[in-house]
């Protein structure tokens, strides 16, 4: 049986004939990468300001959902720009 990422990275299908996602998948997608991306960086970004302190681990979660709304926004605004950048690079 061929892993999964092998039977992905194995087909080399012209860029119009690429599968996509349906909007649903996409929508859903985007909200859990930005949860992730959300909860990850204001973690970190909030323990190099506070340290691992009680008030760190308080501040944490307040500050990750602050921050989703802001991610999923610009997430939804940076991913086709990126996405059109990425395609002329490598000249599709």
Request: glycine share 4%; with cysteine; aromatic share 10%.
């Amino acid at each position: 049986m061929v892993p999964f990422f092998a039977q992905c990275a194995s087909r080399h299908l012209p860029p119009w004939k690429e599968p996509t996602m349906d909007k649903k998948t996409l929508i859903l997608t985007q909200v859990i990468m930005t949860f992730m991306m959300a909860v990850t960086m204001s973690g970190i970004m909030s323990l190099i300001a506070l340290g691992p302190t009680a008030l760190w681990l308080s501040e944490w979660p307040k500050a990750a959902l602050i921050a989703w709304p802001f991610a999923f926004v610009l997430g939804a605004i940076a991913f086709p720009v990126a996405s059109r950048m990425a395609n002329l690079i490598i000249r599709r």
